[in-house]
């Protein structure tokens, strides 16, 4: 049997709301225990309740706070690798000029002695991309 639609307003009766709050909670708590032992899931449930001491956490205070250290180191990983757009189009206006300067370099328009060994790694990678690209070229060229 389908239950009939709430309205989400603020319950104004104290005792009311105290009762639905309750309700909610232990419904809450008991949806993530399932949905933990059902999906293998790990998972922890904190409610803060203003007129009450303690927040009430589920299933520990230990497991909660091993699962938020968890989660809060993955998001520094995260953070760190994330680059944005600002730091995308320097590295690549770098590899650009990196390129055209072995180019020039080809051609006899440029020496190694004008390079900045401060880019040697950078030079390294951007090498090795043009040596992939043209590897997968003859690839196709070849019919492999």
């Given at each position: 049997?389908?239950?009939?639609?709430?309205?989400?307003?603020?319950?104004?009766?104290?005792?009311?709301r105290r009762?639905?709050?309750?309700?909610?909670?232990?419904?809450?708590?008991?949806?993530v225990?399932?949905?933990?032992?059902l999906?293998?899931?790990e998972?922890c449930?904190?409610?803060?309740?203003?007129?009450?001491?303690?927040?009430?956490?589920?299933?520990?205070?230990?497991?909660?706070?091993?699962l938020?250290?968890?989660?809060?180191?993955?998001?520094?990983?995260?953070?760190?690798?994330?680059?944005?757009?600002?730091c995308?189009?320097a590295?690549?206006?770098?590899?650009?000029?990196l390129?055209?300067?072995m180019?020039?370099?080809?051609?006899?328009?440029?020496?190694?002695?004008d390079?900045?060994?401060r880019?040697?790694?950078d030079?390294?990678?951007?090498?090795?991309?043009?040596?992939?690209?043209i590897?997968?070229?003859?690839?196709?060229?070849?019919g492999?």
């Open positions: 049997m389908a239950r009939e639609k709430v309205t989400l307003a603020y319950i104004t009766d104290e005792s009311q009762a639905s709050f309750n309700e909610r909670k232990k419904e809450l708590i008991k949806e225990s399932e949905i933990s032992s999906y293998g899931v998972a449930v904190i409610i803060r309740d203003v007129n009450e001491p303690e927040q009430e956490v589920w299933p520990s205070h230990v497991t909660a706070h091993t938020l250290e968890r989660f809060h180191m993955s998001q520094l990983d995260q953070s760190k690798k994330a680059v944005d757009e600002e995308f189009i590295k690549e206006k770098k590899k650009q000029e390129k055209d300067f180019y020039k370099c080809m051609y006899g328009m440029a020496s190694l002695s390079f900045d060994m880019d040697k790694a030079m390294e990678l951007v090498m090795k991309e043009i040596e992939q690209e590897n997968s070229r003859l690839k196709e060229f070849n492999n």
